[in-house]
């Protein structure tokens, strides 16, 4: 069956480390795979895609990373803040682009 | 970024009744809106896709005679819960993009059916 898995249902790290959030899937081929966040009560907000030919994509303290051998992608916040407190949310599309289809999420938590 | 705009952000209703929810984007036409139906501490569950001028296309479990969605215009698609029932209660968030890519979510819309 199909699976998009978060490593973790919640993560508690200190203010100024590094997060590193990840994303498994399973029996899907995706052309790109994105990343959102969410606060409580709201929609999700885009941050990052990438696609299958990146390595690696960067935007001011965050970094992805995929690789579609191991079929996982990593999420890291560099210099973390208790601002970055909120649910992660890989997504990708499936059954050629027609849906966008999201994983279980990660809580994190930036303690000061 | 593009806005989709969500009304209403909450409702309340009475078990029976049905209700409403309008998703709009508001700066650019949307080739394909999405609604996701979120339980609390829970992902996203993909309720149905919607483009202009089609039907949606629902996901295995959800019922189209009770989750209604028309995509009229490109800027504009609608979700009714039909006879709403308690165990309807969710947070329903709506979604529209431009070809393929990233999307852009309204704020959701918190339904209670008492």
């Known amino acids: 069956s199909q699976k998009i898995e978060q490593n973790s249902e919640a993560l508690n790290i200190q203010e100024g480390k590094t997060a590193t959030l990840t994303c498994n899937y399973t029996?899907?081929?995706?052309?790109?795979l994105q990343w959102y966040r969410q606060d409580p009560g709201r929609g999700p907000v885009f941050l990052l895609l990438?696609?299958?030919?990146?390595k690696e994509k960067r935007k001011e303290r965050l970094k992805v990373t995929f690789d579609t051998t191991l079929k996982q992608s990593l999420f890291h916040i560099t210099a973390s803040q208790p601002a970055d407190s909120a649910t992660y949310l890989c997504a990708l599309d499936a059954e050629g682009f027609q849906k966008l289809v999201f994983g279980t999420g990660t809580r994190l938590l930036v303690s000061p | 970024g593009a806005v989709v705009s969500q009304h209403p952000s909450r409702v309340i209703c009475k078990s029976g009744t049905s209700v409403k929810i309008e998703c709009r984007s508001l700066?650019?036409?949307?080739?394909?809106m999405f609604w996701y139906r979120q339980f609390p501490k829970k992902s996203l569950m993909l309720m149905a896709t919607?483009?202009?001028?089609?039907?949606?296309?629902?996901e295995q479990g959800v019922e189209k005679d009770k989750f209604l969605i028309n995509h009229a215009s490109l800027t504009l698609s609608t979700l009714t819960v039909t006879s709403a029932h308690p165990e309807d209660s969710s947070f329903y968030i709506c979604?529209?993009?431009?070809?393929?890519?990233?999307?852009?979510f309204g704020e959701g819309s918190r339904l209670t059916v008492l």
């Open positions: 700066d650019f036409q949307a080739t394909t």
């Open positions: 919607s483009n202009e001028g089609s039907k949606a296309t629902y």
């Open positions: 029996n899907y081929s995706p052309a790109y």
């Open positions: 990438i696609r299958e030919n990146e």
């Open positions: 979604s529209a993009r431009q070809g393929i890519g990233e999307l852009f």
